[in-house]
């Protein structure tokens, strides 16, 4: 069993594969070069993006993604602005410290190759990276997969055939479930609900305490990216030039409070959604749920359902609970690989996780989640990743607009 907390991971934009994956590998591979070897012998380091890290990198931000790795930082502590700044002296200087100890030439132009012919076998999203001494010669070499949502592998962990019995081999939790089926026989037997499944196997992994300041983190950083979002004007960055609209739409929601439509809920969805991805588009901090190309649509309805509520940590806590457990069943056993998957792994999974954890919220019963998390994926199957010059921007920002309210339809139509 994966931790609930492993599937929300902070982190900047704008792609959880493309952008935290590598800074994990970069700084995973420096660790792993450092316990085994040492660094004072390394002169030199090149890395080769492989396959879609390659075809797309340079839209989602992989260079970067690439020397904030070698400098050692962590995704989730580091500083947006710090982060653009040693990017933007590496360009100049054209030296980058590893792991922030051992300082040696890099030029980005040069020791970062993109492998556009290299098509890897085990997953769409391969980076190799190589360490040199001072004469030229390897001395430390791997290969490592960005698997969707920040989650990393070796090219030993993929290609390792997984366990006939995951459950017997994984994680030691009292709830063990590797499919909804396994999920709900344990809510009938223990009359618990989901949320009360997935936090007893969290509590067998730490403390409530611990579990619950994590949880509450999550979604501060969640509502703090849509606050930003909802007051940041400008242009996005990249080709295509695209104007931020939440900034705009959320004007004319403030000033028009008490219109009655019945479809404002959709401009309140939209907005949010769309002020969390033009953030993760220009590089914010964001939360991956599960991923950052799909980061708009969970925090969305928390917004809107749960902080706004009697009971705000609660339903909050509840929501993501419930979300997270629906989302362990895709990861563990499908993929939310955008390169992998399509946009069915990013959106049609946040869509799914969302309508369940919404159903938790309005008091529905572990079927009732089921059903509206498999209604919210019903409907998204076959949809395709084709992002517009490569950038987290066309279609994705609205895709999460159009994702959120799909998730609460899905919600009340299970709970109906």
Request: net charge negative; with cysteine; charged share 20%.
């Amino acid at each position: 069993m994966l931790s609930v907390l492993e599937l929300f991971r902070i982190g900047i934009g704008p792609s959880s594969s493309h952008t935290l994956g590598p800074i994990r590998i970069g700084k995973r591979f420096l660790e792993d070069l450092k316990a085994q070897r040492g660094l004072s012998g390394v002169a030199k380091v090149v890395v080769e993006l492989q396959g879609s890290l390659a075809l797309t990198g340079k839209g989602h931000a992989t260079p970067k993604a690439v020397v904030l790795g070698l400098f050692g930082l962590d995704p989730e502590t580091l500083d947006p602005d710090h982060a653009d700044q040693v990017v933007a002296q590496v360009a100049v200087e054209k030296r980058v410290k590893l792991l922030g100890e051992h300082d040696i030439p890099f030029d980005p132009e040069q020791d970062i190759v993109f492998a556009y012919d290299v098509m890897p076998d085990l997953h769409p999203n391969g980076m190799k990276l190589t360490a040199f001494n001072a004469s030229g010669a390897p001395v430390f070499e791997e290969t490592y997969y960005s698997t969707g949502g920040g989650f990393i592998a070796t090219a030993k962990q993929l290609s390792t055939p997984a366990p006939k019995d995951l459950i017997a081999t994984g994680r030691k939790v009292p709830f063990a479930f590797a499919s909804a089926a396994e999920l709900l026989e344990h809510c009938a037997r223990e009359n618990k609900s989901i949320e009360d499944i997935v936090y007893a196997n969290e509590d067998a992994m730490r403390p409530r305490a611990e579990t619950d300041a994590r949880l509450d983190r999550v979604a501060a950083v969640m509502n703090g990216c849509i606050e930003r979002g909802l007051k940041r004007e400008g242009v996005l960055p990249g080709v295509l030039k695209v104007n931020r609209r939440a900034p705009s739409i959320w004007r004319k929601l403030q000033d028009n409070p008490q219109t009655n439509e019945a479809e404002r809920l959709f401009d309140w969805l939209n907005v949010y959604a769309m002020a969390v991805n033009e953030e993760n588009a220009a590089g914010g901090q964001v939360v991956t749920a599960p991923t950052n190309g799909a980061a708009g649509i969970l925090p969305a309805i928390l917004k809107h359902y749960c902080l706004n509520g009697e009971d705000p940590t609660r339903d909050t806590r509840r929501f993501l609970l419930t979300a997270a457990g629906i989302g362990l069943l895709y990861n563990q056993r499908a993929s939310i690989s955008g390169a992998e998957m399509g946009c069915q792994g990013e959106v049609g999974v946040a869509c799914s996780m969302a309508a369940a954890g919404l159903s938790a919220v309005w008091g529905g019963s572990p079927q009732q989640i089921a059903n509206a998390a498999e209604i919210g994926m019903e409907h998204n199957l076959g949809l395709t990743c084709d992002p517009v010059g490569g950038l987290v921007q066309i279609p994705c920002i609205e895709r999460n607009a159009m994702g959120s309210v799909k998730a609460i339809n899905a919600s009340r139509m299970a709970l109906k």
